[in-house]
């Protein structure tokens, strides 16, 4: 499967728990391309975000069945990829926030 490298990180992840492991253990998270796997996500965010990376972790997340009254839907599944960057390697959009 061929991504360009701007396809494939959607959008940076910010949650509490991961402002809590990005400050333990440098790692961050971002919603990526669900037919991208660890290797693309590694060189995409190398080549965007001038890091090195040490590890990529995926997790597939599986939508939740959401009512409304009557009414059910699905919300849809994602790829998350938690990115633990070298030792002293620091993301600036992550510092200002």
Not at 27 to 39: Q, S, Y
Not at 41 to 50: G, H, Q, S, T, Y
Not at 68 to 84: E, M, N, P, Y
């Amino acid at each position: 499967m061929k991504v360009d490298s701007h396809r494939i990180l959607i959008r940076p992840l910010l949650t509490e728990k991961l402002t809590a492991l990005r400050e333990a253990t440098n790692t961050v998270g971002f919603v990526v391309h669900p037919d991208a796997n660890r290797i693309q996500i590694r060189l995409a965010v190398e080549a965007l975000l001038k890091v090195k990376v040490d590890k990529v972790n995926v997790l597939n997340v599986r939508g939740k069945v959401k009512k409304l009254g009557r009414f059910s839907g699905r919300r849809s599944d994602w790829k998350k990829a938690l990115v633990t960057l070298k030792q002293g390697e620091k993301l600036e959009m992550y510092e200002s926030a």
